[in-house]
């Protein structure tokens, strides 16, 4: 199964929006709803921050926003913050009942 | 406090074996799917496993098929993996993950601090 696809940096400056893609194929990202986008700052532990494409656990800021069209997955940042500068990770449930995780993007705040 | 802690990672030569734990407390652990992901140093995340809350339900990805297996005791709160036949390749942090809600949705809400696993001879 080979790794979703994410651009590897994505800037911005605060207060701007930045989206960032999460490719797949027919065989993850396109079939299923079980999209999912992880924040991990260095040193820690990644964080759920969207679930089931567009869901937002509790405690995430409104200002994350997951969509998807076809094999594409996209999370939005609005608003953009000096804590929001993160690596994220995108992922997907498979038809072969395993899970695949995007190559992961920088986001750089300005 | 942390819900989730793993143990059991260190220096192994190749070939060798390991036996990883994962402590759940404060959160519910018995009726969730856990996952273990893993993180070679300065590279992304790679799913690794998942076994469903009643234990019957496993899958493994392609790289560790064969050699890691994955087991829960719900008594004890508790997730492990074993990992065998390791090779250099298998080397990086070891999270334990929790699901955000009954049933598999490729969702992991609770993450431990991760244990470090290092192959080298």
């Known amino acids: 199964q080979s790794a979703l696809t994410q651009p590897a940096s994505v800037s911005g400056s605060p207060g701007q929006s930045i989206t960032i893609s999460c490719t797949g194929t027919?065989?993850?990202?396109?079939?299923?709803?079980?999209v999912s986008w992880y924040q991990q700052h260095p040193g820690k532990a990644p964080k759920l921050m969207i679930y089931?494409?567009?869901n937002r656990p509790s405690g995430v800021p409104d200002r994350f926003s997951g969509s998807k069209s076809g094999n594409t997955a996209s999370l939005t940042i609005s608003g953009l913050q000096a804590e929001d500068e993160a690596d994220y990770y995108c992922?997907?449930?498979?038809?072969?009942?395993?899970?695949?995780f995007g190559t992961g993007t920088k986001v750089t705040v300005l | 406090q942390v819900p989730l802690v793993e143990s059991g990672g260190g220096l192994v030569k190749p070939g060798g074996s390991l036996r990883l734990s994962c402590a759940a407390s404060g959160i519910t652990f018995r009726d969730y799917y856990m996952t273990w992901i893993r993180q070679a140093p300065g590279k992304g995340l790679e799913w690794v496993s998942y076994?469903?809350?009643?234990?019957?339900?496993?899958y493994y990805a392609d790289s560790v098929k064969g050699r890691f297996t994955i087991s829960r005791d719900n008594a004890k709160n508790s997730l492990y993996l074993q990992m065998n036949s390791l090779r250099v390749e298998d080397s990086a942090v070891y999270y334990c993950?929790?699901?955000?809600?009954?049933?598999?949705?490729?969702?992991?809400?609770?993450w431990g601090q991760g244990t470090l696993v290092t192959v080298s001879s």
């Open positions: 992922s997907s449930y498979t038809i072969r009942s395993t899970d695949v």
């Open positions: 993950a929790r699901q955000n809600s009954l049933g598999y949705t490729s969702a992991s809400r609770h």
């Open positions: 027919s065989n993850d990202v396109g079939t299923y709803n079980y």
């Open positions: 076994i469903s809350s009643s234990g019957n339900t496993i």
């Open positions: 089931e494409v567009s």
